[in-house]
């Protein structure tokens, strides 16, 4: 009923829901009537289901959870975004960012979280069109979901995904990739320097002054080390440690 589109069948399929919940009742894998018409990109069904009052938010609960045992632990944390973000389903896509969907899905910056984002999800799969869009709406191509059990040296106590410009270059899709370092970079916030950075950095100014005019690097490297400082400010430490990583990842999966 809650996937008909229609809105006398949602009026009494309200009836037969749990009053807390109503239309953003989960089932037995977590899944909202929303994400489901996520998932078949049903475009009829998304509006009746979002002008019905569902939340496009609603994350899938984590694996284990009581009262789901039919959860993916892949999907935990997933929103409706997130499932249309994985189809590649565009017209979900804009209706639910239209419609208050979060960009980033169940991720949070402030919070550690085991899940992906729409965008990293779209860069795994290279839709251009969909990372473009994303992109539109602030997604952060630099936000990594990584966690790291430091206790335990096993591969297989990482979690979550690096960033989407990892993923991107991991499967070697160049297009999205492009997009995703083009794309203008929110000023990050000053990072606060050790001492031992702070003399790096001091190496680093004298070598970009011994190759300006004067210098032994001549024009050219000049103009390289124009190119850098331009860049460089723009990014702070964790952003620049997430293109360190997309570069090895590249270079692990013969993507040069």
Known sequence: LLLTGRAELLAQAAQLLPPTTRYDTQNSAGLTALMIASIRNDEVALHALLDAGCDPNVEVPPAGSAGYPAIQPDTQHWTALSFAASRANYVA??????RGGKVEGGARSSEEKCTLTPLQLAAGTGNLEIVALLLAHGANAFLSTQQKDSLCFAGSAQK??????????????????????THPVSPGTRDVLSLEEMLAEGDVGGVRGASGPGGAGGPNSASASGNIEDILPLLNKT???????????SAENNHL
Do not use: T
């Open 160 to 181: 979550g995904c690096f960033c989407a410009i990892s993923v991107a270059a991991a499967h070697g899709h160049r297009s999205c990739l492009r997009k995703l370092l």
């Open 239 to 249: 952003q620049i440690k997430r293109l360190q990583e997309a570069m090895y990842h």
């Open 93 to 98: 896509l804009r209706i639910l960012l239209e």
